[in-house]
């Protein structure tokens, strides 16, 4: 089934939140919490692109969400890159895939420096992230925190994601 991917719209966000919430909650690294950052990056207004995938009939089967961080401190240009939701029942058919590549394309293209995210090496590695031993986020494994510059090399530095990602 051909998948479309688009902006969200404000009728997409009930079922944002509930893809969100099914995708994760078997997940062994989940908080329980990614549904609930998504809406707090939203409320705040820092949600700096937030794309769905979208089949056939409408329905949507996944999400990607991109915000500022700050690295010592400061507005770089950087972006994090987080949650990324599939349905559980349409995983591993390319919809994650293919919403990154549309949001990279989409935030290179808008000249964002590069993006971080902390995930798995293996899948986000396909895409050129990388870790870097002079960018960090605190109190995580390194291996785990990956980082992919867009418009400049991955520089160094503790980086801090927003607010929005401590909601408990």
Do not use: K
């Not at 994090?80 to 935030?107: E, K, M, N």
């Amino acid at each position: 089934m051909r998948m479309m991917v688009r902006d969200e719209t404000a009728g997409d966000i009930p079922a944002i939140g509930a893809l969100i919430t099914a995708a994760f909650r078997s997940a062994p690294h989940a908080s329980g919490t990614e549904a609930a950052i998504v809406e707090a990056l939203r409320a705040a207004g820092a949600l700096s692109l937030s794309l769905v995938a979208c089949d056939e009939a409408g329905d949507v089967r996944g999400h990607v969400a991109f915000s500022p961080v700050l690295i010592d401190g400061r507005d770089t240009g950087w972006l994090g890159l987080g949650p990324l939701a599939v349905h559980p029942d349409r995983q591993r058919q390319g919809i994650g895939r293919d919403l990154l590549r549309a949001g990279l394309a989409r935030l290179g293209a808008a000249g964002a420096a590069g993006i971080v995210v902390l995930g798995d090496p293996a899948y986000y590695g396909r895409f050129g992230f990388a870790a870097h031993s002079g960018l960090r986020l605190p109190d995580v494994p390194a291996e785990y925190f990956l980082a992919l510059g867009l418009r400049q090399s991955v520089p160094s530095g503790t980086v801090a994601y927003h607010p929005a990602f401590n909601v408990t």
